[in-house]
């Protein structure tokens, strides 16, 4: 089992910037692959950016050039760098992380941006 704990969302402005981090505990020695999702009220759940087992690193085209995601093995957390945020971006967020070939998930955390 993989316990995760997103942190770091808010309110920010147009243009701002957020970092969100993603806590990992339990077994994460069997975590191979992790990334980030987004959900907004009635669309389906869409990827951010994921790092893949092979340690590739993927990005959507909504934040290619803007977000960055990155991981601190030492801290079992993964980050999710948002600049130039647009009110677009608004939706809950979710990390989610590959162990074991069963897929976790956090519980989200919600990213405001006003116009």
């Known amino acids: 089992q993989v316990q995760l704990v997103e942190s770091g969302g808010g309110l920010v402005q147009a243009g701002g910037s957020l970092r969100l981090s993603c806590a990992a505990s339990g077994r994460v020695f069997s975590i191979n692959a992790m990334g980030w999702y987004r959900q907004t009220l009635g669309k389906q759940r869409e990827l951010v950016a994921a790092i893949t087992s092979s340690g590739r690193i993927i990005y959507a085209d909504s934040g290619k050039g803007r977000f960055t995601i990155s991981r601190d093995n030492a801290k079992n957390t993964m980050y999710l760098q948002m600049n130039s945020l647009k009110p677009e971006d608004t939706a809950v967020y979710y990390c989610?992380?590959?162990?074991?070939?069963?897929?976790?998930w956090g519980q989200g955390t919600q990213v405001i941006v006003s116009s």
């Open positions: 989610s992380v590959t162990a074991a070939f069963t897929d976790y």
